[in-house]
């Protein structure tokens, strides 16, 4: 174990805890509206302020974690199975399918994903259902590039060689066989890629185009905060930060599965 | 060489070919068709709808709809916005200066940065200035851009009052002399360029860092150095020379996020860019505008990388000599 993977695997840990227990954690009702106590500053009854229809920050912001995390974690499983399955194709068969695969490839890393994004966005309606879609289907050729290279170097070994010769169908060599030696990258890219899709989801949500009030969500809280940047300070640092730290719990754990399983940097 | 320039040409080609046909794809295959938009809007009339049905031959079958279109693109005719009826094309024009503007001046940073400090680190790997600087590569992977965007105008725009936070002209800018206009389009430029160079800058420190600390460790930087190369000549002049060419194409590679960026940060900043026009069109649903804006961009992002490629090879020998 690693100083990274301690730290990551905590701080999400945490996280889960908070998102799971939402309901008895956050002390007022996260849509209950508070008219005469608006934009009011941190203070012991409400830490992390009031909002600008004098909702409690806090609640909100630990009913913003569920969002989060569950578009994290649905977006990028949808990513992984399809670039892995793509990536292991690919470098397995090689040939034409590997030519179309890695063209689509290309292609989906030339165009700004972002936009891509933006751009179905503006066609389908926003919630989180679509944000989860939209971000899965755009964010997979980094890791369907990652598994191939993978697979090309070790599908010529002689472990694949006598499975082939023993007859085994391409489909168990490929899930069986390869896929358990090309788990590092993906675990790698999996968690990197929830940080990303996190940043994703806040910044569409913070330009209006993710999660749609009164549903809390970070990007919301934080794109209401900008509204009223010149007299609330707490609505814009506090979810900010929520999303800062979360996304460095994911990054962290990247880093440490990739000095775990690498023998040169232990 | 002729022939790797020819072949990346033809890559281009299909790679503009491909992200059209998504684009389309996207657009078309997506609930609700354009004209069903017009239907909210009471002062478009019966013949407008229909013309504009016809000038997107939404009554003819898709791969037909698809060759019109993009014949039609190739010829830069993205129709008029639906919001004050000017020419699509126009309006991206007007537009695109700024966002150049500002997209350069971030490739720039990234450039220039992401070496500077990426050479650091790795002539000092696992000292205290490699330490810090590598923590905050880190921190900045993980940091929201625009929340880092806001609390920036918070602190220098608000708190401080020495940067401006919105636009790229003071409301004065009229009555400043050239040397005080100069000044005034700079400091509204610092904020957007630098924000949207931090990502860039993480990347390529990184990138930079540890190609750096192999080619440091490789024979021919023992051979130097034991022969008795001064330590600047050896980093500067043998060892960042390898680095430097696939630097070239890092950067490139960068260029689809720095312009997704700008569709965030432009708006924040309410900066007069594509970015902005392009978050305004899609909000109002501004159908011929999106279009546009989608090609544009795409187009942008492609010949970015095109050029980074020629550039790529005409800095590396064994590319250009085989």
């Known amino acids: 174990m690693n100083r990274y993977l301690i730290v990551g695997s ?14 008895f954690l956050s002390p007022y009702d996260p849509y209950k509206q508070d008219l005469l106590n608006r934009l009011k500053p941190p203070s012991i009854k409400h830490i992390f302020g009031t909002d600008e229809l004098g909702r409690d ?10 969002v989060s995390l569950s578009v994290g974690f649905i977006a990028v499983g949808l990513s992984t199975i399809i670039g892995a399955i793509l990536g292991l194709i690919s470098g397995y068969y090689g040939g034409w399918v590997d030519s179309l695969i890695m063209r689509l490839v290309d292609i989906m890393l030339c165009f700004p994903t972002f936009f891509l994004i933006l751009l179905v966005i503006a066609f389908v309606k926003p919630n989180i259902y679509n944000i989860m879609l939209v971000i899965g289907l755009t964010s997979w050729p980094s890791l369907t590039r990652y598994v191939r290279a993978e697979v090309l170097k070790i599908k010529n070994l002689e472990f694949v060689l006598s499975c082939k010769l023993a007859g085994f169908s391409s489909a168990r060599i490929i899930f069986i066989h390869i896929l358990p ?3 590092v990258p993906i675990l790698v890219t999996f968690s990197l890629g929830i940080g990303s899709a996190i940043l994703t989801e806040s910044a569409l949500s913070f330009l209006g185009l993710g999660v749609q009030p009164p549903q809390p969500s970070w990007g919301n809280i934080l794109s209401s905060g900008k509204d009223y940047i010149h007299i609330a300070w707490w609505l814009s640092l506090f979810p900010g930060l929520a999303i800062f730290i979360t996304v460095t719990g994911f990054n962290l754990l990247a880093e440490g599965f990739r000095i775990l399983f690498s023998p040169k940097e232990r | 060489m002729v022939k790797i320039i020819f072949k990346r ?67 830069l005719d993205f129709g008029n916005s639906f919001k004050d009826d000017r020419p699509v094309i126009k309006k991206i024009l007007e537009r695109l200066p700024a966002t150049l503007l500002l997209n350069i001046l971030s490739l720039i940073l990234i450039f220039f940065f992401g070496i500077f400090f990426g050479i650091i680190c790795a002539v000092y ?23 880092l965007a806001i609390l920036c ?51 390529l420190t990184r990138y930079i860092r540890g190609s750096m600390i192999e080619q440091l460790n490789s024979e021919y930087i023992k051979f130097a150095i034991s022969k008795g190369t001064p330590k600047n000549k050896v980093v500067l002049k043998h060892a960042f020379r390898n680095v430097l060419i696939p630097v070239v194409t890092i950067v490139g590679l960068s260029l689809p996020e720095v ?61 250009r000599y085989k």
């Open chain 2, 125 to 147: 790997r696992n000292k205290f200035l490699d330490k810090i600087i590598s923590f905050f590569i880190f921190l900045s992977y993980s940091i929201p851009k625009y929340w």
């Open chain 2, 153 to 203: 105008m918070i602190v220098f725009g608000i708190k401080l009052k020495i940067l401006p936070i919105s636009g790229l002209r003071s409301v004065n800018f009229e009555y400043l002399t050239f040397l005080e206009k100069c000044l005034d389009i700079i400091k509204h430029l610092i904020l957007p360029v630098v924000i949207s160079a931090l990502g860039g800058i993480a990347g």
């Open chain 1, 10 to 23: 905590i701080i999400i840990f945490i996280l889960l805890l908070i998102a799971i227990f939402a309901k």
């Open chain 1, 181 to 183: 030696n090309v788990l």
């Open chain 2, 259 to 319: 312009i997704g960026g700008a569709f965030i940060f432009e708006t924040i900043f309410a900066y007069p860019g594509m970015g902005r026009l392009g978050y305004e069109a899609i909000m109002s649903r501004d159908y011929p505008l999106i279009m546009g804006i989608s090609v544009i961009t795409a187009f942008l992002t492609l010949l970015g990388n095109f050029l980074a490629d020629l550039l790529y090879i005409y800095v590396d020998p064994r590319v």
């Open chain 1, 57 to 66: 920050v806090f609640s909100r912001m630990l009913y913003a974690t569920r």
């Open chain 2, 9 to 75: 040409i033809i890559l281009f080609i299909i790679t503009f070919i491909g992200i059209s046909f998504i684009t389309f794809l996207v657009i078309n295959l997506s609930p609700g068709k354009p004209s069903d938009m017009l239907e909210f809007s009471s002062k478009i009339t019966y013949e407008a709808k229909e013309k504009i049905i016809k000038l997107y031959g939404l009554d003819k079958p898709l791969h037909i709809r698809y060759f019109n279109w993009f014949v039609r693109f190739i010829k």
